[in-house]
């Protein structure tokens, strides 16, 4: 009788009804996250691909993984054709060939993870190996040619016991207990139940616990909400009405701790508003309050332009973006695609990168940390910045994706960032979601969408340090990849034994 080591895994047919099913599941995945939270129904979606992935070659594996990929993009990025179609100048066709073509590109990095399951025999290590793959695979989207972590599993998780998984080993980690939950549900052994009973546990007692503490006194804060239309925010002529909407908003929020305006609320450059800001500033300062405003900046020649953020009144500092979003602030190969279609001409598709060394804005000697719209959905940029905040603020202009999920995707990012790091985090954009979440991760108050309305809310500086910021995704990382380096190895040593017999 031939060794256990040589035991071959017997393909099944080649799986066309499976790559449906998981199709059908990956569309089904995001409805785990905001703004519909149906948690269970994503558990059950990745279940789908891991119970379809037992015993195929990996090939099979391979398609497979793209299928359910091609599903999971297609629907978790749908808001992508808005900005395209409604303010891109594109017909509907071809904003939604646009976004099938991401889904496409961004499903074969699940295709990749599946084929790896496949080549390391995972069937032997399901739960391990399964978990220790899609974690790995969250992880490089977050880097991956300047990444696009979006859609991670651990989101739809905030309001489940699972949540205080996150300022220990962060988002990551809320996806691998997540996956080890789902896994072990579906595997139905006494083992098993225990495992899942250990998880649950473990996540409601880190919910109970505390690793910031409220420092000094409250901030008493005002979120300006302009709600600019889109389709007219960059036109020249509109530059002066649109900052005095800002100015008669903010008149009855001077003499606040922090008065904050969202991304770009000044459409000048910083060298064309020189009037303007010392104008604001003697305000601000006289009232004793703090301006925070996103503004553009450029440099002398050769120019430079940056997503920027300014601190007026009794604020100081200044920031430049750091991540930037592809083909909205600056475009891929852009010499070959600039007046391909005028999708790639939007307005302000320019930007340059700012420096990873900034230090936080000062607001009342408390350290505030800017971000601005898309960074805060990088987990390692977060943790870097905010370790060194007693606040985190983030500007955004959501309004390139209309009444999509886009704004609420985005939002839920911003929770997890709040929980992970133990801080407030206030939340301006122009149309919504404008909102402060505490270091919980929940919601204190929100503005509604769609309307130009001031949120007022307190907020504490916050000091201490979450286990996520002092060690980041290295608790969760380091264990996924050892399992994946001893499957390897297991593997290798496998094949070289059936050679030598």
Known sequence: MKPHWYQRVIPTPWPLRSMGVVFFAGICFCLGLAPWDWWVISLVSVATLAIHLKNRTPLQSFWLGWSYGFGVWLTGVSWIWVSIYQFGDTSAILAALMVAIVAVIMGFLTAVQCWLYGILTMDRWPVLGFTALWVVFEWLRSWLLTGFPWLYLGYGFLDTPLAGYAPVGGVFLVSAMALLLVLHCIRLRWASLLWMLLILLGGHLLNGHAFTRPWGAPLAISIVQGNIPQDTKWEESRQDAILNIYRQMSVSEWGRDLVLWPEAAITRFYDEAIDDLENLDAVA????????????????????????????????????????????????????????????????????????????????????????????????????????????????????????HGPWQHFEMVRMRALESGRYFLSGTNNGITAVVNPRGKVVAMAPQFKAVVLRAQVYPMRGLTPWLVIGNRLVLIPCFSVLLLAGGRSLSRRYRRRIC
């Open 285 to 404: 300062a006289k009232h004793h309050s703090a301006l925070i405003t996103g503004i553009p900046y450029a440099t002398p020649p050769p120019y430079r332009y940056y997503n920027s953020v300014l601190a007026l009144g009794t604020g100081r500092g200044f920031y430049e973006k750091q991540q930037l979003v592809p083909f909205g602030e600056y475009i891929p190969f852009e010499a070959q695609l600039r007046g391909l279609m005028p999708f790639f001409d939007l307005p302000m598709s320019s930007f340059s990168w700012g420096s990873s060394r900034q230090q936080p804005m000062l607001v009342q000697e408390i350290r505030v940390q800017p971000s601005i719209c898309y960074e805060v959905a990088y987990p390692q940029l977060m943790q870097s910045e905010a370790s060194k905040a007693d606040l985190m603020i983030t500007i955004s202009n959501d309004a390139w994706f209309g009444r999509s």
